[in-house]
C-alpha cells in the first residue's frame, strides 16, 4: 500500500504593526530607564548636599560650643548618611524606579535648594560671628589705646612739671661772678656771627653749645670715647640694653660712686672737660676743686656736679635705647638760618 505525505510551509510574512509596537515598547522602556536614572542621580546631589549641610551646621554647633546643637546637627549628619547608604544600596540592586521619576526629580530639587539655603545661613552665621569678634577685638585695642593715650599723657605731665635737665637751668649765667666770666665774651666765643637784639636770648647760644657738646659723637658707639673698648664677646645691641636697664632707676651720683671706672663715668668725665670751662667753672663756685677731681678719676657732690650727672645720664640713656634696635643711628640738627 502506497503512503503518501504532504508537507504545508507556513507563510514566514511578519506583521508590520506589531513590529512597530515592539519596538515602540523597548524605546518607551529606554526612555523610562533614563529617566528613572536621571531622578536618581538628582537625588544622589541632593542626598549629598544635605550631608554637606548638616556637616557645616555640626561644626557651626563646635565653636562656640552647643552641646544641644551639637547632638541635633550630629543625628541630622547619621540620618543623611543613612539616606545616602540606601540609594547605594538601592543602585546595586538595580532598583531605582520607587516613585515617578518627575515626582523624584521635583523633590530632589527642592531638597537641595534646602540644603544650599542651609549652606548659605550657617556661611552668614559664621561671618556674623567673626565681624563680632572683629568688633570686639577693635574695641579691646580702642580701650588699650585709650589707656596708652593717657598714660602718655600722664607722663608728659610729670615731665612737664620736673622741668628741663639742662645744666643752665640750675646754673644760670646771672648767678657768677662777672668778674671772673664774661657773658657776652662767651656768647661771641660759641656763636660768634650770631646777633641777639635782646640780653635774655643769650641763653640760647649757651644751650646750643650744652646740646652739640653732649650730642657730639651720639651715633657711634660710646660716643666714640678716648679708652672705652666695649666687650669683645658682647653684641653692642645687647650690651646697650643691659646699659638702659642697669642706670634707668638709679641715681647717676650713687651709679658712678659704685662705677668709678664704667663706661658711662669715662662719658661723664670726658663731657664735663670739654663743656665746662675752667673759666666758667672759677666764676660758679670760685675754684677749681671740682674740675681737678673729674679729672683724678672721683665725683664731686655738689649740686652742680649732680645737676650736670642728672643731665648726662639721660642723654647716656637715649643712646642706649638708640642702639637697642637693628637700625643704624642717625642723628641730625637744624641748619643755620632756618
Known amino acids: 500500500m502506497l503512503s503518501v505525505c504532504f508537507c504545508l510551509q507556513k507563510n514566514s510574512k511578519r506583521d508590520p504593526k506589531h513590529e512597530s509596537e515592539k519596538r515602540f515598547d523597548k524605546d518607551e522602556a529606554k526612555l523610562r530607564n ?15 548636599s544635605a550631608v554637606k549641610a548638616a556637616y557645616a551646621e555640626l561644626q557651626m554647633a563646635q565653636f562656640p560650643y552647643n552641646g544641644n ?8 549628619v547619621v540620618c543623611e548618611l543613612k539616606a545616602l547608604s540606601e540609594l547605594k544600596q538601592s543602585f546595586l540592586k538595580k ?22 539655603t542651609k549652606m548659605y545661613e550657617i556661611t552668614m552665621k559664621k561671618m556674623q ?32 612739671s620736673s622741668g628741663s635737665f639742662s645744666v643752665l637751668d640750675t646754673v644760670k649765667p ?10 657776652n665774651a662767651a656768647v661771641n666765643a660759641i656763636e660768634p656771627e650770631v646777633i641777639f637784639p635782646k640780653p635774655n636770648q643769650r641763653c640760647f647760644a649757651f644751650e646750643s653749645f650744652v646740646c652739640r657738646e653732649m650730642f657730639d659723637g651720639f651715633n657711634h658707639f660710646n660716643f666714640s670715647l678716648p679708652n ?8 653692642p645691641r645687647f650690651l646697650s640694653i643691659d646699659r638702659f636697664k642697669r642706670l634707668k632707676s638709679v641715681n647717676p651720683i650713687y651709679f658712678l660712686k659704685e662705677n668709678p671706672h664704667s663706661s658711662f663715668g669715662r662719658f661723664i668725665r670726658t663731657k664735663y672737660l670739654r663743656l665746662i670751662h675752667p673759666k666758667m667753672e672759677l666764676s660758679f663756685s670760685g675754684n677749681l676743686n671740682q674740675r681737678d677731681l673729674i679729672s683724678s678719676g672721683e665725683y664731686p657732690e655738689s649740686a652742680f656736679f649732680a645737676a650736670f650727672a642728672e643731665m648726662a645720664k639721660r642723654v647716656w640713656l637715649l643712646q642706649c635705647l638708640a642702639f637697642s634696635f637693628d637700625r643704624e643711628v642717625n642723628i641730625f640738627q637744624a641748619a643755620e638760618e632756618l
Open 34 to 48: 533614563r529617566d528613572a536614572m536621571d531622578a536618581f542621580v538628582a537625588k544622589l546631589f541632593a542626598t549629598v
Open 69 to 76: 546643637a551639637i547632638q541635633s546637627a550630629d543625628e541630622a
Open 95 to 116: 532598583h531605582i524606579n520607587s516613585s515617578p521619576p518627575h515626582i523624584t526629580m521635583l523633590l530632589a530639587e527642592i531638597q537641595e535648594q534646602q540644603g544650599l
Open 129 to 160: 560671628c567673626e565681624i563680632e569678634a572683629r568688633e570686639s577685638e577693635i574695641s579691646s585695642l580702642q580701650i588699650e589705646l585709650d589707656e596708652t593715650t593717657s598714660n602718655n599723657k600722664s607722663l608728659e605731665t610729670k615731665l612737664n
Open 174 to 183: 646771672s648767678d657768677s661772678n662777672p668778674e671772673r666770666f664774661h657773658h
Open 228 to 235: 672705652a673698648s666695649s666687650r669683645q664677646s658682647e653684641n
